[in-house]
């Protein structure tokens, strides 16, 4: 098949147009630390996401991190074990305990009629994740939220410029984590944002992302979770072209879609109501029984064409720190979602005849 395809490949801006972006840091010598083009990255982004207070970070773990440190937050969090890895991390690492919740079978979302029943006088907030850019069901898990005393935060990395009911995805929540990196949507090579509702929240994870340091105060034992001007720039580029970038995994996904659409066994994300897609990933569920073949199969006949499908996500994270794979908590829909899940590649540029020989592997085999 020639090249091979993988599951995704990072958008490119014009070289000249980076070069262009970055001539002037040879000139100030800023290279970090809050500079002209993380200023300017950060004003940009309010305005793409309809929000008042963005902070960019190092990445997207490391944002999800600072939000928690933010919120000083002591006790349980509820989330979904189908996500990658991170969202369970930043939970564990910052002395906090994940209490697993099941995922709708249709969307792969946090199911919200089950969290109430996992709420303990330990709880202190949800971390839902707009999996594949499907939306979680705000309404519900903000009207319990809003019962318990509990922070929302949005692990958002897969929903840049997400619209749900008009609104942008980063509205929703107390806050929302973004990731920049390489292989999302947009991606400013390393990258990340944190999102808040409340403008003094900005001002706390600014501190937190620089050692805590507030003039000669040293107010907080805070990390170095800064973004670069570098990276920064790579934003700027990326951000002018993010309608095109978007447009053209909207075609690729539609022309997936029309391809593999009603074959038996294969089950593809349901389309939301009242969201606009950024189009993030493009997941199917091979279901063996009626498929003929499992996820496996699926992957390595993928495989041997040069295709470099992933399971995102397996296994579930559950499982962390636990070499066994035992989960923590029973996660049923969850664990049969990640034992067939299988994302295709999708990009930019894919183009449609790239799209259509998957299919064709996929459908020959059935
Ligand atoms: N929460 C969620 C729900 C997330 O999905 C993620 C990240 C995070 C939190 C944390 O955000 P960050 O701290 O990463 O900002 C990748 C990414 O590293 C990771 O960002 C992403 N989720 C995760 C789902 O996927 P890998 O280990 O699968 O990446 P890798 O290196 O195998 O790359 C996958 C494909 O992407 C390659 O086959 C080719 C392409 N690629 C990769 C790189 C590194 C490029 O085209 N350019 C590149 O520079 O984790």
Avoid at 50 to 63: D, F, I, R, Y
Avoid at 174 to 201: L, P
Wanted: aromatic share 8%; proline share 3%.
């Amino acid at each position: 098949m020639g090249d091979k395809i993988l599951v995704t490949r990072s958008s490119m801006p014009p070289i000249e147009e980076y070069f262009d972006e970055i001539r002037d840091l040879w000139n100030t010598r800023w290279l970090t630390n809050s500079g002209v083009k993380h200023t300017e990255l950060e004003k940009k982004l309010c305005e793409y996401l309809t929000v008042s207070n963005v902070a960019l970070c190092v990445n997207g773990h490391q944002a999800l991190e600072c939000i928690l440190e933010v919120f000083d937050l002591e006790g349980e969090v509820i989330t979904t074990p189908f996500t990658f890895v991170s969202t369970t991390n930043a939970i564990i690492r910052k002395g906090l305990k994940p209490v697993f919740c099941d995922i709708k079978p249709d969307d792969f979302t946090i199911d919200a009629d089950k969290i109430e029943a996992l709420i303990t006088d330990k709880t202190c907030a949800i971390m839902p994740v707009h999996v594949y850019g499907n939306v979680c069901d705000d309404d519900k898990i903000t009207a319990i939220a809003e019962k318990y005393g509990l922070k929302v935060i949005y692990d958002a990395a897969h929903a840049f410029g997400v619209r749900v009911n008009g609104k942008g995805v980063a509205e929703l929540g107390d806050a929302s984590m973004f990731s920049f990196h390489a292989t999302k949507v947009f991606h400013s090579v390393e990258g990340g944002a944190a999102v808040f509702k409340d403008e003094e929240n900005y001002q706390k994870i600014n501190l937190c992302k620089n050692f805590g340091i507030n003039g000669e105060v040293l107010e907080h034992a805070g990390g170095n979770s800064k973004m670069n001007e570098f990276c920064a720039a790579m934003g700027l580029c990326n951000l002018r072209h993010i309608d095109d970038a978007i447009k053209s995994r909207g075609d690729a996904v539609r022309r997936y879609r029309e391809n593999l659409e009603g074959i038996k066994g294969i089950q593809l994300s349901v389309v939301q109501d009242n969201v606009e897609s950024n189009y993030a990933y493009f997941p199917i569920v091979v279901h063996p029984e009626e498929f003929g073949k499992t996820r496996d199969d699926v992957v390595c006949a993928l495989s041997d064409n040069d295709i470099g499908a992933r399971k995102y996500f397996y296994p579930l994270t559950s499982t962390v720190g636990d070499p066994a794979g035992v989960h923590l908590q029973a996660t049923p829909i969850a664990e049969k979602i990640s034992e067939r899940i299988l994302c295709l590649p999708l990009f930019e540029g894919i183009g449609i005849e790239n799209v259509d020989k998957i299919c064709k592997i996929i459908k020959d085999l059935a």
